[in-house]
């Protein structure tokens, strides 16, 4: 199933939330991870300055919350509706990690949208919230100290989430050297070593050949080691007496 614009279609909804700065952090979560965008339900009174202060760069996501009075308005038209909760003690409801909670929306969403909730800074979501979600999203920790801060728990969230879609991304591939590529670089090795001096004690053929599977093979034995310590010391003594320094020849 084609993933694309899956991410976009996931929203954060924060559920009576308090604390200005972790509304702040949550659009900057949204933001940082593609989400579809962020949703308040009955939000206390919080301080503006503040939310837009953690929200850094997110300041559009913050501006463009939706704002809801229920939890039914704000999941109206879901498909899929998550809640992140570490009541993970009934089994009539299912429980998963965050990456599980990924292959879920990944799988089941198709062309609808999703939802997923957390509860207020101090207590979470309630039993009765919970009951109208298909699915808990726990994310373990530390029995010592298993409660996590709310912007903590969306960004954890959030990043299984895009993980869950797009993956890591694709490492730039600059592809194998062409044959002439890897002669040029062989004659640009060679000169460097004439200029050394490096083939006044070392036979020119014999070293460019070994030179060569070292390059395709790498450093793979003790005299592979040997040879290239001695290219680099020959190049530093030419340096050093270019400077006019008294040293002695190294010898190969």
Known sequence: MATTGILNRISVV????????NIGAAARAVKNMGLGGLVLVAPEQY?????KMLASNASDVLEAASTFDTIEEAVNGCEIVLGASRR???????????RESAGHIVGNLGDGNAAILFGPEDNGLTSEELKRCHGV???????????????QAIMVIAYELRMGVDGLPSVRSFGDASESEFGQMI???????????????NPRERVLLHLKEIFTN?????QDARIVRGIFR????????EEGADNIDPGE
């Open 234 to 241: 020959r190049i530093v003594w030419a340096l050093e007496r």
């Open 218 to 222: 790498g450093v793979s034995t003790s």
């Open 88 to 98: 993970i003690k009934s089994h009539r409801i299912r429980i998963m990690t965050p």
């Open 14 to 21: 924060l559920c009576r939330p308090r604390y200005g700065g």
């Open 47 to 51: 301080h503006k300055r503040e939310a």
């Open 137 to 151: 999203i726990s994310i373990p920790a530390d029995e010592k100290q298993p409660s996590l801060n709310l912007a």
């Open 187 to 201: 004659e640009q090795v060679s000169a460097v070593l004439e200029k050394s001096g490096f083939f006044i004690r």
